[in-house]
C-alpha cells in the first residue's frame, strides 16, 4: 500500500527555537500535501493544502508566516513552526494524495508530536 | 459548525459481532466519502472509500454504505476481531476539496 514517511516522530524544543517537520510519501508521486494538527480528544483539523511547485493555500486562522510550508518535490514536503511557542505544541499530521485525481484517498503519516518547554 | 458528525464517542462489540459506525454530514455538497482507522502516536489508515455515486462499496470485512437523502454513511465490519480496535473517523469531500473529519469513534472489541 501506499506509504507516508514522517520525521521527526517526537520533538522537545525550546520557546523560540524553529522546528522542521519532514514528510514523504515513499513508494508514490504526490502532487497534492496536507498538513493537520490535532488537539488532543479532537479531530483532525486541515491547517494547509501543499501543491507541488506552487504556493501552500492556507486555510483560515493559520498564521503562513508562522508555519512554513514548501513542496518542492513530488514526493516531499516539509513543514516549519518558525520561533515556536509553547501554544504551538500538538501533534501534527501530513497526508499525501496520489496522482491521478480528486477521488484518490489521502494517506496519512504517522504524525509528528511536538513539545515546546 | 461541524458538517460531519460521529454521535457516538464509543461502541464496544463481541469478536465476531458485526460492527456498525455511524457518520452524518451537513453538506450537501459532498460527493467523496473515506473512512480511516487510527491506533494511539500512529497516524489515521485509510480504510474504505465511497463517491456519491453509489450507495454501497464492500472491501472483505469492511462495507460503506451512503445514503444521500439522509445525508447518512455508515462503515460496517463483519467479523470484528479484537485487532479492529481503534478510533474511526469518517471525512468527507466536494469536488475535491478538502477533506472534513468527524471527531472518531472509538470501538472496541472484546475477545
Known amino acids: 500500500g501506499a506509504v507516508v514517511s514522517q520525521h521527526p516522530s517526537w520533538v522537545i524544543c525550546k520557546s523560540g527555537t524553529s522546528v522542521k517537520i519532514e514528510c514523504r510519501s515513499l513508494?508514490?508521486?504526490?502532487?497534492?500535501m496536507f498538513w493537520y494538527r490535532q488537539f488532543p480528544k479532537q479531530s483532525l483539523m486541515l491547517m494547509a493544502t501543499s501543491n507541488e511547485g506552487s504556493k501552500a493555500t492556507y486555510e483560515q486562522g493559520v498564521e503562513k508566516d508562522k508555519f512554513l510550508i514548501n513542496h518542492a518535490s513530488l514526493t516531499l514536503s516539509t513543514l516549519t513552526v518558525t520561533s515556536a511557542h509553547p501554544e504551538d505544541s500538538s501533534f501534527y499530521i501530513c497526508?499525501?494524495?496520489?496522482?491521478?485525481?480528486?477521488?484518490?484517498?489521502?494517506?496519512f503519516g504517522d504524525g509528528t508530536r511536538l513539545s515546546i518547554l | 459548525d461541524q458538517q460531519v458528525k460521529q454521535n457516538s464517542p464509543s461502541l464496544s462489540v463481541q469478536e465476531g459481532r458485526i460492527s456498525i459506525l455511524n457518520c452524518d454530514y451537513t453538506n450537501s455538497m459532498f460527493d467523496y466519502f473515506l473512512w480511516y482507522k487510527k491506533y494511539p502516536a500512529e497516524g489515521p489508515t485509510f480504510l474504505i472509500s465511497?463517491?456519491?455515486?453509489?450507495d454501497k462499496n464492500e472491501d472483505g470485512r469492511f462495507t460503506v454504505f451512503l445514503n444521500k437523502s439522509a445525508k447518512h454513511l455508515s462503515l460496517h465490519i463483519v467479523p470484528s476481531q479484537p485487532g479492529d480496535s481503534a478510533v474511526y473517523f469518517c471525512?468527507?469531500?466536494?469536488?475535491?476539496?478538502?477533506?472534513?473529519f468527524g471527531a472518531g469513534t472509538i470501538l472496541r472489541v472484546k475477545s
Open positions: 497526508s499525501a494524495r496520489e496522482t491521478g485525481g480528486w477521488d484518490q484517498p489521502q494517506h
Open positions: 513508494d508514490f508521486q504526490a502532487t497534492t
Open positions: 465511497i463517491s456519491s455515486i453509489k
Open positions: 471525512a468527507a469531500s466536494a469536488a475535491g476539496n478538502k477533506l472534513v
